[in-house]
């Protein structure tokens, strides 16, 4: 292993789960919940997209990052549909590696494009605050359960 290579899998502490979201349906809103179950296709629930795009992630740190560019303060996660809110952890450190949630593992795949919903929900320049911050896609290793408060921990 190279020395980046070394750099590249460190990490300073585990993150930690702050918020998990369902969307029922297609552009249904956003359910809060404290603990899911995550299958192989996704979240237990949840109107996601199996594979490389099961579980979308958000770091928390992000949130007000979105809110300043907006001229507020932090922005409700619900509002970003995304899945798990994270934070703690550098959600760019995981890209490509498999990760612990809770009982589950997944591995970064993606950014999580902004959607022009973004635009709908945050008014003009909405999706251009979000560009940068809105999160990640993960695909399912091994199913499991997750719950608010639990660690985020890479494991590969």
């Known amino acids: 292993m190279s020395a980046l290579q070394g750099l590249t899998k460190g990490y300073a502490k585990p993150g930690r789960v702050t918020?998990?979201?369902l969307r029922p349906e297609r552009r249904a809103d956003v359910a809060p919940v404290s603990e899911v179950f995550v299958g192989e296709d996704g979240l237990q629930g949840d109107h996601g997209r199996?594979?490389?795009r099961a579980v979308t992630l958000v770091q928390a740190e992000h949130l007000g990052a979105i809110g300043s560019y907006l001229g507020q303060g932090a922005v409700d996660p619900k509002i970003l549909r995304r899945n798990i809110v994270v934070e703690g952890i550098n959600l760019v450190g995981l890209k490509r590696r498999?990760?612990?949630?809770?009982?589950?593992?997944l591995e970064l795949a993606v950014i999580?494009?902004?959607?022009s919903r973004m635009e709908e929900a945050f008014g003009k320049g909405g999706y251009s605050a979000v560009r940068g911050h809105g999160g990640w896609c993960a695909s399912v290793v091994t199913p499991g359960r997750v719950?608010?408060?639990?660690e985020v921990v890479p494991i590969g």
């Open 19 to 21: 918020w998990i979201g």
């Open 50 to 52: 199996p594979g490389k």
């Open 98 to 105: 498999v990760f612990r949630v809770g009982e589950a593992e």
């Open 112 to 115: 999580c494009a902004p959607c």
């Open 147 to 150: 719950a608010v408060g639990e």
